[in-house]
């Protein structure tokens, strides 16, 4: 339905910052609401923040709300997360996916997943 590019991954000193990118192609964009989620090694993938396809509603799971801020920019076809006061359990693959429900945390609610970008939060 939508083709879905993360980016803006990398390695970052914990209490930074980092900004994420899910650049979306396709012209019903817009349509969807729109979620990040993230995996560690040997753990399960985590629901992480969801937006509303208009992008006034957000969720986020309890260990980000306050340092995590999920956005859209309808217009640039583009999702961002935005990540302060990273901590050593932010680390993870984090991967955007798309959804025709808000809100939803369960995963198999979302489709058109993307690569994945790795963060990294040293301590």
């Known amino acids: 339905q939508v083709h879905l590019v993360e980016s803006g991954g990398g390695l970052v000193q914990a209490g930074g910052s980092l900004r994420l990118s899910c650049a979306a192609s396709?012209?019903?964009?817009?349509?969807?609401?729109m979620g990040w989620f993230r995996q560690a090694p040997g753990k399960e993938r985590e629901f992480v923040a969801a937006i509303s396809a208009s992008g006034s509603g957000t969720y986020y799971v309890d260990s980000v709300n306050g340092r995590y801020i999920i956005s859209r920019d309808n217009a640039k076809n583009t999702v961002y997360l935005q990540m302060n006061s990273l901590k050593p359990e932010d680390t993870a693959v984090y991967y955007c996916?798309?959804?025709?429900?808000?809100?939803?945390?369960?995963?198999?609610?979302?489709?058109?997943w993307g690569q994945g970008t790795q963060v990294t939060v040293s301590s």
């Open positions: 996916a798309a959804s025709e429900y808000y809100p939803t945390t369960y995963s198999p609610r979302y489709h058109s």
């Open positions: 396709g012209r019903t964009f817009s349509d969807y609401a």
